[in-house]
C-alpha cells in the first residue's frame, strides 16, 4: 500500500520534473544567464493587461530599464495598442501562448497551433516574429520543447518574483523576497495580469518601483533576457 508520504514525494517529483523554474531535464530551459556582472532580467507574464501593463511601462520608461514581456495572444488582441507601445519603447515582446489554458497541454501536447497562432498575432502587430518563449506555468514535455526549438524558438525559464504573486500579498513583501534572491543573471519572473484573464496588479506594480529602487542601490542594471543570454530576441 502506498503511504500518503510516498504520494507526496511522488507529486514534489512530477512537479520538480515538469513545472519547476530549475529542471533541465528535457532539454535546455535557462533559468539564469551565465555572468558574475550585476545585471537582472525583469520579465512580465500574462499581459497586457490594463491599466497595470500600462502603469509597469510608464515607471521603467521613466528609469530607461527595458523588459521582457511574455504576452499572452488573446491578451494581445483585446490592447493592440500597449504591444505596440511596450515594442516601440525598446522592450522585448515575447511568445506566452495564445490562450494559456492549462487543458491545451493534454488536447495539443506539442502545443504547436497556440505558439503559432501567437506568433502571427505578435508579428502582425510589432512586424517582428519573436525568438523567445515561455510556456504557461513553465509547464513543459519534450514534445513542446522540440516544438520551440522546431519553430526557430528559445525556451525561457526563470525565478518567481514571489510564489503567492497570484493572490497579491503586499508590495513590501513581494520587493523583499525579490531583492533576497537576487543574484547576477537573475530571470525574475512577474505577472501582469492572471492567466488570460486579466485581474487586479495593483500591488505588483508597486513592487517593482521597491524593487528597481533598491536593487538599484546594491549596483544592479536591467537588461532584457535576449540581452542577458546573448540571443536574439526576434527571428
Not at 525598446?90 to 493534454?106: D, E, M, Q, R, W
Request: proline share 5%.
Amino acid at each position: 500500500m502506498i503511504t500518503t508520504g510516498a504520494i507526496l514525494l511522488i507529486i514534489v517529483g512530477l512537479y520538480w520534473i515538469f513545472m519547476s523554474s530549475y529542471s533541465q531535464i528535457f532539454g535546455n530551459f535557462p533559468f539564469r544567464g551565465k555572468t558574475n556582472a550585476k545585471l537582472i532580467a525583469l520579465t512580465f507574464d500574462d499581459g497586457p493587461n490594463e491599466p497595470f501593463t500600462t502603469d509597469i511601462l510608464d515607471y521603467l520608461d521613466s528609469k530607461n530599464i527595458k523588459a521582457t514581456f511574455f504576452q499572452v495572444g488573446n491578451c494581445i488582441n483585446k490592447y493592440p495598442e500597449v504591444t505596440l507601445r511596450a515594442y516601440k519603447a525598446g522592450h522585448v515582446i515575447a511568445n506566452h501562448s495564445l490562450s494559456h489554458k492549462f487543458t491545451k497541454y493534454f488536447s495539443e501536447p506539442s502545443f504547436t497551433n497556440e505558439i503559432s497562432a501567437n506568433q502571427t498575432i505578435i508579428k502582425n502587430i510589432i512586424g517582428q516574429t519573436p525568438a523567445l518563449f515561455r510556456p504557461p506555468w513553465l509547464f513543459r514535455n519534450p514534445l513542446l520543447l522540440r516544438t520551440v526549438r522546431r519553430l526557430g524558438m528559445t525556451p525561457i525559464s526563470g525565478v518567481f518574483g514571489h510564489n503567492l504573486e497570484i493572490f497579491q500579498p503586499s508590495a513590501k513583501k513581494m520587493a523583499k523576497q525579490v531583492v533576497k534572491i537576487a543574484k547576477p543573471g537573475s530571470v525574475i519572473i512577474f505577472h501582469d495580469g492572471y492567466d488570460s484573464k486579466g485581474g487586479n496588479r495593483t500591488e505588483t506594480v508597486n513592487s517593482i518601483k521597491i524593487i528597481v529602487e533598491e536593487l538599484s542601490t546594491k549596483g544592479y542594471e536591467f537588461v532584457t533576457v535576449d540581452k542577458l543570454y546573448g540571443i536574439k530576441a526576434y527571428q
